[in-house]
């Protein structure tokens, strides 16, 4: 099957922000997998958890879920899966429940993936501020499966990132003072991949990774819809 990936936008800085994504571009077909990455930023305990996902009300799967505290500022990353049900309609809304407003979100719709395990290897870190450590996670995978990431990056000075090598970005967004959120998708041609990037400076981030499984060893995945993203305000 050849690539195909369509990218839509959406954002929302107002005053009230809802974490979620409306629109007739999300609605996929019965049996297509689609995999929501989320990256956040609040104050104190109250904001380390992404309590849920949804899709259509249909609840999503966790598949990775990790934090990073540090001076009251906590940094939240998840990933999270659902086979489509029959029912599919136009204008369906993807929900990601939160104690918190400042959230980047990326909704990825696949076909050609495996029906019974779509999602392989995962894995998540942190590192705190003042060290040298990048983000850098290694997947185990198979030909033609799909690798993507999500990023939570404090960034209260406009520090950026740098994108690893084979990684096409889907987002990268500074959502407020202290959060720059990044996704990337990497496609894999080897026994395992690894996924990065490069800070501007040694403040702190978390990370998280998934591999989306094609159908069969050597074949492809077709991703429909690559990144569809919200972005809140403080």
């Not at 978390?206 to 094609?214: D, P, R, T």
Request: charged letters at 10%; one cysteine or more; a negative charge.
């Amino acid at each position: 099957m050849a690539l195909t990936r369509v990218s839509t936008t959406a954002n929302n800085t107002g005053a009230t922000p809802a974490n979620s994504i409306t629109g007739t571009s999300i609605t996929p077909s019965t049996d297509d997998l689609l995999v929501c990455l989320a990256a956040s930023t609040g104050y104190l305990d109250a904001h380390l958890g992404h309590a849920s996902c949804s899709w259509n009300g249909n609840a999503m799967t966790q598949k990775f879920h990790n934090h990073q505290t540090g001076s009251n500022v906590h940094r939240t990353i998840s990933g999270w899966s659902l086979i489509v049900p029959s029912g599919a309609t136009a204008g369906a809304v993807l929900t990601l429940t939160a104690t918190t407003s400042n959230i980047a979100i990326a909704l990825i719709r696949y076909t050609g993936h495996n029906a019974t395990t779509p999602i392989g290897d995962t894995d998540s870190t942190f590192q705190d501020g003042g060290t040298g450590t990048e983000p850098s996670l290694t997947l185990t995978t198979a030909t033609g499966d799909e690798v993507l990431d999500a990023l939570a990056f404090y960034a209260e000075f406009g520090e950026t990132l740098t994108i690893g090598a084979d990684q096409t970005e889907l987002s990268q967004v500074l959502v407020n003072s202290f959060l720059r959120a990044a996704f990337s998708v990497q496609p894999a041609d080897a026994a395992s991949e690894v996924m990065s990037w490069t800070r501007s400076a040694t403040r702190a981030y978390v990370y998280g990774s998934l591999v989306v499984q094609a159908a069969a060893a050597g074949g492809s995945i077709v991703p429909i819809l690559n990144s569809q993203r919200q972005f809140a305000g403080a």
